[in-house]
C-alpha cells in the first residue's frame, strides 16, 4: 500500500502542468502572509492562492512586485497605504493585501454580497459562487466568457492543493499542520 501511494505521488508529481508547479511556489514563498490572512476567515486556502495566482501572475506583476498588490486591487482599502496616480491601491507588504482581500470578502456590503460564496463547502463552488456574485473583472472581455474563463484557470490550482492537502479553510485547529504541509512543499 505505502509503494503504491509513493508511485501515485510520484505520478502526480511529475506531471504538474508548469502552472501548477508556479502555483505550488507562490503558495510556499507567500506562506507566512497567506496563512495569518486566511486564519478563521471562512475562505479555502485554494481559493485565494488560485486567485492570487492568476491575478498577480503569481507574483510576478509589476503591482504586486512595486506595490504588493496581488489582485489589481483599486482605491484605499482597509491595510492600505496609499493608492497610485491610477488608483491603485499600495500595500505595505503581501500580508497587509492578503488581508484586505480576506476582509473584503467577509464584510463588503455588512458580509451580504459574498456570504453563498463563504458558505460553499468547497474551493471550487466558492470561487464560482465570487465570481457570479461579481468579484471577476479578470482580462477576458465577454462577461460570461470571463468568469467561466477565470473558473476554469482557477480548477488546476485548486486540485494541485487539494492534492497536496492543503486546498481547505485554515482554522485554529489545524493552523499548525497547514504551516507544515506548506513548509514540506515538493515542488
Given at each position: 500500500?505505502?509503494?503504491?501511494?509513493?508511485?501515485?505521488?510520484?505520478?502526480?508529481?511529475?506531471?504538474?502542468?508548469?502552472?501548477?508547479?508556479?502555483?505550488?511556489?507562490?503558495t510556499?514563498?507567500?506562506?507566512?502572509?497567506?496563512?495569518?490572512?486566511?486564519?478563521?476567515?471562512?475562505?479555502?486556502?485554494?481559493?485565494?492562492?488560485?486567485q492570487?495566482?492568476?491575478?498577480?501572475g503569481?507574483?510576478?506583476?509589476?503591482?504586486?512586485?512595486?506595490?504588493?498588490?496581488?489582485?489589481?486591487?483599486?482605491?484605499?482599502?482597509?491595510?492600505?497605504?496609499?493608492?497610485?496616480?491610477?488608483?491603485?491601491?499600495?500595500?505595505?507588504s503581501?500580508?497587509?493585501?492578503?488581508m484586505?482581500?480576506?476582509?473584503?470578502?467577509?464584510?463588503?456590503?455588512?458580509?451580504?454580497?459574498?456570504?453563498k460564496?463563504?458558505?460553499q463547502?468547497?474551493?471550487?463552488?466558492?470561487?464560482?459562487?465570487?465570481?457570479?456574485?461579481?468579484?471577476?473583472?479578470?482580462?477576458?472581455?465577454?462577461?460570461?466568457?470571463?468568469?467561466?474563463?477565470?473558473?476554469?484557470?482557477?480548477?488546476s490550482?485548486?486540485?494541485?492543493?487539494?492534492?497536496?492537502?492543503?486546498?481547505?479553510?485554515?482554522?485554529?485547529?489545524?493552523?499548525?499542520?497547514?504551516?507544515?504541509?506548506?513548509?514540506?512543499?515538493?515542488?
Amino acid at each position: 500500500m505505502v509503494h503504491q501511494q509513493i508511485i501515485l505521488f510520484n505520478f502526480h508529481y511529475n506531471h504538474m502542468t508548469a502552472g501548477q508547479k508556479k502555483c505550488l511556489q507562490f503558495t510556499k514563498k507567500y506562506q507566512s502572509d497567506l496563512i495569518p490572512a486566511l486564519s478563521e476567515s471562512n475562505i479555502f486556502v485554494a481559493t485565494a492562492v488560485a486567485q492570487k495566482s492568476i491575478e498577480s501572475g503569481y507574483g510576478t506583476s509589476s503591482l504586486a512586485v512595486n506595490y504588493n498588490n496581488f489582485g489589481g486591487i483599486k482605491g484605499k482599502p482597509i491595510y492600505a497605504t496609499g493608492k497610485t496616480s491610477k488608483g491603485w491601491a499600495i500595500f505595505p507588504s503581501p500580508k497587509a493585501c492578503f488581508m484586505s482581500y480576506a476582509s473584503f470578502l467577509n464584510t463588503i456590503e455588512n458580509g451580504q454580497r459574498y456570504a453563498k460564496a463563504l458558505k460553499q463547502t468547497n474551493p471550487l463552488d466558492q470561487i464560482w459562487w465570487l465570481v457570479y456574485s461579481g468579484y471577476c473583472t479578470s482580462p477576458f472581455n465577454d462577461q460570461t466568457k470571463n468568469a467561466d474563463n477565470y473558473i476554469k484557470h482557477c480548477k488546476s490550482y485548486v486540485e494541485i492543493l487539494n492534492q497536496r492537502g492543503i486546498g481547505g479553510k485554515i482554522t485554529a485547529v489545524n493552523l499548525a499542520a497547514y504551516n507544515q504541509a506548506i513548509k514540506n512543499l515538493q515542488i
